[in-house]
């Protein structure tokens, strides 16, 4: 996953990672072959798939409708629905999809505003402090109208967002639980997510911040068993990065479109 899609020709000056991460995946798939568990194998070749599939998408901040087109035919048709159904009748063990678990506690609750205001104030050094061109991986037109640019950044951080949390944690890490300790299976989604976000945007100290991320999404999940709940978290962070962006673009330009 890293040698293919986080470090992509466009992204990295060693343009050729890409042979290193061919055979890794192939020989991957030679060992799970062998293993005497036959999903393991299987869950494999999802995997597998889901990089190659990853492999050949532009992923960056552009919303054009051609774009906005391949992303969903990739990303929401390829990466959601054709592994869901490939796991409930290839596999034989279906997706979780536990949306809700019992009713939230005091102390989901309480995380939601403070994972908040700690995500809006990394994101804010991000953009200001550490990496202060990063804006620039989500155009905006400088002149002329731009409500129509900032509604679809808008909603294009809402999809990812909510995409992040269906394909690395619903589908992958889900399936590693299977097969691995929760921290194992932590640290591999982990890198599955990380490395999609680098490779869309989010370079500098971005894959430090990500990775962190990613592992309390999936510690999180592990202890709410609720899909809509790390889902809302996420879409909080997502709000607070669309402001950032906005307000690199546009400095002192407010929360709305």
Known sequence: MVAIVALKPDRVAWPHWHWVGWPLMAASLFISLRH???TWFKTCVLFAYTIALLWITRIDGDTSNWHVVELTLSLGVGILVVPALLAKYWLKTPLDYQWLSGRWTLSMWLWLPAGFGLAFVILWAYF???TPTLHHA???PLEGDR???LWRI??????VGAWDELAWINFVFCLLLR???FWEANLAQGVFFTSFLYDMAFFGVGPIIIFAFALIQGYTYVKTRSLLYIMVLHLLIDTALFYMIANR????WGWHP
Do not use: I, T
Request: aromatic content about 36%.
């Open 36 to 38: 005497p568990d036959r």
């Open 128 to 130: 200001f402090h550490w």
């Open 138 to 140: 989500w155009p905006l």
């Open 147 to 149: 409500s129509e640019a």
């Open 154 to 159: 808008f909603w294009g951080c809402n999809f």
């Open 179 to 181: 097969h691995f300790k």
């Open 249 to 252: 673009w546009y400095p002192g």
